[in-house]
């Protein structure tokens, strides 16, 4: 995984290195100046204009043109306070204008058309914990950070302006870093495999949802289930009699009122629960007492999505995550402010479940202060029943033996690399399931390479 860290767990990071201020910088320079050489193929004759600010980040941007100036080119370094608004003619701008520690808002001098940008940390004017602008950033071709990710460069705007992002290892320790992205093989590693004397009750998965008129959601979800690996699974429907689905699920009629007794039947047999896709809203209380009797891991997304639901939920003894889109987040009393890494780890720890805050880019919270970030997804999932798909493979994997946590965030990762390997356009939910078992696929072999290599 790669580490993610504020602006303020990074000034405490600096704080405590060994090394002078004067060598880390000198270590930022050389960064710079190697990622310059990638965008420009050679720096020798080439005209380098670099935005330097009063701070650190300044000082990184002055060692770069340092370095590139002994390396033949022509580098020009303007104080950021005193920039015009269009900068001149150049081959590279260099960004060392103001980093993640920004407060007030920063108006960014043009660089000349067509000419590409390198940021030193962050694209001055962004906000390296939100991912908001501060004032009128430009968007620039790459970036690099040093030791660690900032939330900034993940979350949007930040993620559109910062370009391609690389980290640079300055020896900084990040080791105590609470957060991080997944990776490939990551995601693998927390896939338990099918052992070889499976039968289908040992992965099995109950989902309740769907209501009359609302089959689709309940039908995806259980596609995605049995797709990402659960032996078996039964559709429960509260009021009708024969809830549609795969060919390969079981409809489990309920009644259409008094229907926890029935839903309660038989729990003893299944692996895992999912609560909520297409049930509609208006069941409150019987979806309270209903999971609060659930014995095993439950996945509570969709209609279920409620205060009483998730606090009845969360009260068993058995792991419980939660799958909120930015309305359900609303509607859970969620903190809507811009910091969405605060937010979602104290949803978390407030609530005692694992919080999957489904976005842009996806948090993963857990109650004891971990964050993972998946940022395998893209715009494609932005249609409808794509978070049913995503419930039904978390269910799976909690299914399969995974531990909450992990089976969240797999479950979240692999939700989008299915995605990925769907159509550029056009892709509908229906889609990602069918892609399922290719993007497992694709973590295996990753995790099988990543093996190798250690």
Aim: hydrophobic share 50%.
């Amino acid at each position: 995984m790669i580490p993610v860290v504020t602006p303020a767990e990074m000034a405490a990071i600096d704080a405590a290195a060994p090394e002078p201020v004067a060598v880390l910088v000198e270590r930022a320079g050389w960064a710079v100046a190697r990622a310059a050489r990638r965008l420009l193929g050679a720096c020798y004759g080439r005209r380098i204009v670099v935005v330097a600010g009063p701070g650190n980040n300044g000082a990184d941007g002055r060692a770069a043109a340092a370095v590139l100036a002994r390396e033949g080119a022509r580098c020009w370094v303007l104080d950021a306070r005193e920039a015009p608004p269009e900068l001149p003619a150049a081959d590279l701008v260099i960004d060392a204008a103001f980093g993640t520690g920004l407060s007030r808002p920063w108006s960014a001098p043009r660089p000349p058309a067509g000419v590409p940008v390198l940021a030193v940390d962050i694209p001055s004017g962004v906000d390296g914990t939100t991912g908001e602008r501060l004032g009128d950033p430009v968007a620039v071709d790459r970036t690099v950070t040093f030791a660690a990710l900032k939330p900034g460069l993940l979350l949007t705007p930040g993620r559109i302006l910062a370009g391609r992002v690389e980290v640079a290892d300055i020896g900084l320790d990040v080791g105590g870093a609470r957060s991080h992205v997944v990776e490939d093989p990551d995601a693998a590693g927390w896939i338990p495999p099918r052992a070889v004397d499976a039968h289908k009750w040992r992965s099995a998965v109950r989902l309740v949802g769907g209501s009359p008129g609302m089959s689709g959601a309940p039908r995806l979800a259980a596609a995605a289930a049995l797709r990402a690996g659960a032996g078996y699974v039964q559709i429960a429907s509260p009021g009708v009699a024969a809830p549609p689905g795969p060919v390969e699920a079981v409809g489990l009629a309920l009644p259409a009122a008094d229907w926890v007794p029935a839903a309660r039947e038989g729990l003893e047999r299944v692996a895992a629960v999912a609560v909520g896709p297409g049930l509609g809203r208006g069941h409150d209380d019987e979806l309270a007492a209903f999971v609060a009797s659930v014995p095993v891991p439950l996945v509570v997304d969709g209609d279920a999505l409620t205060p009483p639901v998730v606090n009845a939920a969360a009260a068993r003894g058995a792991p419980t995550i939660v799958t909120p889109h930015d309305g359900e987040w609303v509607r859970l009393g969620g903190d809507v402010g811009a910091d969405r890494f605060a937010a979602t780890r104290a949803a978390a720890e407030r609530w005692g479940v694992v919080v999957v805050r489904k976005g842009p880019v996806t948090l993963v919270a857990a109650p004891d202060g971990r964050l993972r970030v998946v940022t395998s997804g893209d715009e494609r999932l932005a249609t409808a029943g794509t978070g049913d798909v995503l419930t039904g493979v978390v269910a799976a994997l909690l299914a399969r033996g995974a531990d909450a946590f992990d089976a969240a965030a797999a479950g979240a990762h692999l939700h989008g690399r299915a995605a990925g390997l769907g159509p550029r356009e056009g892709l509908v939910a229906g889609d990602v399931v069918d892609r399922l078992p290719d993007a497992l696929a694709h973590l295996r072999d990753a995790g099988a390479s990543a093996g190798g290599r250690r």
